[in-house]
């Protein structure tokens, strides 16, 4: 374990937050982008006077100790360091909980390794989550790296959604458009938060660090895929707040190979077994 600290003096009146990031096969440049834009939405946080005191957590499931080491070690960041490095990969959500469970701080994010923040991010979600009380994690508008919106907010999944989603080509999806525009919220306001959605995805989620204790986290029942969705239903009120912009590089599980479809297939049997079928 390796820990590196800016000294700061702490303001009990501005809220502390954690934040976690779980690495497996990195992309230098792409971890070096998103840790740089990470530095950049805290330092406007602060100067709006909106957060104080931030804790890193890099938990490493890849075995690149040196290649994690001298990507922290090139950036100068602001905030607690702390990279812990896993013998073994023990999968997405248990890491996260390593941070999750060790954090003091009223918030958390758990962020993505290929999900980059805007620099008023943390500034918008911080003042969102203390306006309102009821609101335990805040969902971000996402935008593909080539500007597109990325509608990741999702309701409850059928199977047929699911399966049209993750594995159909676009000539196919483009028939049951209406189908998917529901299931993934495309109704919501571009400009307006909007309360009570049913499912966030993992890649950014901004939540009450107290919240995410009281429901233990994510469930360790999932290696890879649908902790998240798993982790929306036990937490209480999302809301999506369209002014907390990330760009999110990541893709479908069908897209990265045999290993991922098994991952993906095994924790959707998981998942619905915990929650309910639902065919279509």
Known sequence: ?????????????????????????????????VLDNVQQSVTQARQQQVLDEVQLHIIDNGHEEALLRKIVGSLDLAV??????????????????????????????????DAIPDVIALTQGIRYLTANPDVELVAPAV?????????????????????????????????FNNRLAHYEYRELSPEEPSGKITLASGCFMLCRTSALQRIHGFSEKY?????????????????????????????????????HIFYFCRSAVTFYRTHGWLVV
Request: proline share 5%.
């Open 223 to 259: 290696f890879l895929y649908f902790e998240d969705y798993d982790l929306s239903l036990r937490l209480g009120e999302i809301a999506y707040l369209p002014s907390m912009k990330i760009v999110h590089h990541g893709g479908g599980a069908s897209h990265k190979g045999i290993l």
């Open 143 to 175: 935008l593909t790296p080539s500007g597109e919106q990325h509608h990741l907010c999702r309701r409850y999944p059928s199977l047929f959604n699911l399966f049209l989603r993750g594995f159909m080509p676009r000539s196919i999806t483009t028939m």
């Open 80 to 113: 607690v360091v702390t990279t812990t490095i896993n013998n073994t990969n023990i999968g997405f959500g248990r890491a996260h909980n390593m941070a999750i469970n060790a954090s003091i701080a009223e918030y958390h994010l758990i962020l993505n390794p």
């Open 1 to 33: 374990m390796d820990v590196s600290s800016n000294a700061r003096v702490e303001n009990p009146m501005i809220p502390g937050l954690s934040i976690s990031i779980v690495t497996c096969g990195i992309d230098e440049s792409l971890l070096t982008t």
